[in-house]
């Protein structure tokens, strides 16, 4: 499993636990760590997509607002929520990572994690977020590369 991805599982069951439980980051870290017994780097990418999501969430729930054509973000489930706005803080946060990893490690996360739907849905959320965040992100279907 490379580093990114046990960091983003990691940072995704934090942030979906701090949620749940209405607990902090400190609070809900030693008990993940036992759990995942994640790597040291696993584990420092973890906690940091997780502090970022933390600190950008007004901003995050702006972008989502904004680009939830139809649907209203305080309905999301939570799961799909913290998938979002973990792969938002990273598309701001993480420059050196390509946009294109950051959506389908999101894609993959929510098939895995969330509803046969999620995958579309998180994509559908994200492909334009990507494009105002960074301007960079894959063409849409049928334009050139």
């Known amino acids: 499993m490379s580093t990114q991805r046990g960091g983003r599982e990691l940072a995704l069951h934090l942030l979906y636990q701090m949620e749940v439980r209405s607990e902090t980051l400190d609070q809900i870290l030693p008990e993940a760590i036992e759990f995942f017994q994640p790597s040291p780097d696993d584990r420092a990418y973890a906690v940091r997509l997780t502090e970022y999501a933390l600190e950008d969430r007004a901003s995050s729930e702006e972008l989502l607002a904004k680009n939830a054509t139809n649907w209203d973000p305080t309905r999301f489930a939570v799961l799909d929520l913290c998938i979002l706005r973990l792969a938002i803080a990273e598309l701001c946060r993480v420059p050196e990572m390509p946009s294109n ?22 994509n559908g959320l994200l492909d334009p977020i990507a494009r105002i965040v960074r301007g960079d992100i894959r063409p849409k279907q049928g334009e050139s590369a």
Do not use: D, M, Q, R
């Not at 509803?115 to 998180?122: E, L, R």
């Open 101 to 122: 990893k950051i959506l389908n490690e999101a894609i993959e996360l929510a098939k895995s994690y969330s509803t046969p739907k999620s995958g579309g849905f998180v």
